[in-house]
């Protein structure tokens, strides 16, 4: 990922810049719409032509909105522009750095509500907002990786829900026969943190410094054996990832890594900081361990 440093801060230099120059620009041609349409107005008031002074003043603010609208145009498309190949750039390097050559960008799919409640990781998810989505193998799965932000119902106001995970989001089907649920949540340490609600009809079976883990699975531990927790405990929790929850629901399987807006934010005024994605890329080697045990 150091390699790929130098390029990211390049594009992100220029996008900035045009950012600035588009911002001066506009509040320029503002201010001298402003100061042309008041001077009109006192000229042709001065020589009792109202009418067309109106009719002049009408057509520069019409050419001042259009202006506004290509020029908004033209700055969305540079951003999407920006932002598709800075993930495509960062998620390719990632994704092959781990050992996976080959991955389908799903530029149309989301992660939605429905994916996020059959994974079973929290209670009442109301709203999901997903990007960067990527389909690849591993053994005999498919995975499908994503950023995915989504929320719960506020108890206390319904007409504000809570963001309760904002991070990197796995799903696939276990090749294990798994029966019932299990979630295996990776302690956080941070204070603002959830951890799995949707906790109904399971057993706690292990709840020490590092794991929680609840489970309905009879054969929890041939499942999910003692080189699999260990995996997990393996995975440093700090800055960047916040926590760390595995669900299984039967045969689907769910992981959702929080992390922090270093890694989840795309950089504009500060530095890349590609500290967040060697980050997430030794995370994502530890987690391709584990999930080549299900």
Request: proline share 2%; charged share 30%; glycine share 4%.
């Amino acid at each position: 990922m150091n390699e790929q440093k130098e390029e990211l801060e390049r594009r992100r230099k220029e996008f900035l810049n045009y950012f600035k120059r588009a911002k001066t620009i506009n509040y320029v041609v503002l201010m001298l719409s402003v100061v042309l349409f008041i001077g009109l107005f006192i000229v042709f008031h001065k020589m009792e032509q109202d009418t067309i002074g109106f009719i002049v003043c009408i057509v520069i603010v019409i050419a001042l909105f259009a202006y506004v609208n290509v020029v908004k145009r033209n700055i969305n498309k540079y951003t999407v522009d920006y932002i598709k190949k800075y993930y495509e750039d960062t998620t390719k390097v990632i994704v092959n750095n781990i050992g996976i050559e080959t991955f389908e960008s799903l530029v149309e799919d989301d992660i939605d509500v429905k994916k996020v409640t059959e994974a079973r990781i929290m209670k009442d998810v109301c709203y999901t907002r997903s990007r960067n989505i990527v389909k690849f193998n591993l053994d005999d799965k498919e995975i499908e990786l994503g950023d995915l932000l989504f929320k719960t119902t506020n108890p206390n106001d319904a007409k504000k829900p809570i963001i309760a995970f904002c991070g990197k989001f796995m799903q696939f089907i276990s090749s294990k026969n798994l029966e019932g649920r299990t979630l295996i949540y990776r302690k956080t340490k941070q204070e603002n943190c959830f951890g799995p609600t949707d906790i109904d009809g399971l057993e706690k079976i292990i709840d020490d410094e590092e794991l929680l883990v609840y489970s309905s699975d009879k054969n929890f531990d041939k499942n999910f054996t003692k080189k699999m927790l260990s995996i997990l405990r393996n995975i440093k929790i700090d800055d960047n990832l916040f926590d760390l929850t595995v669900a299984a629901n039967s045969n689907l399987v769910s992981i959702a890594m929080s992390y922090s807006d270093k890694l989840m934010v795309i950089p504009l005024y500060d530095e890349t900081p590609i500290e967040s994605f060697v980050k997430f890329q030794n995370d994502l080697g530890v987690m391709k361990d584990f999930i080549k045990e299900l």
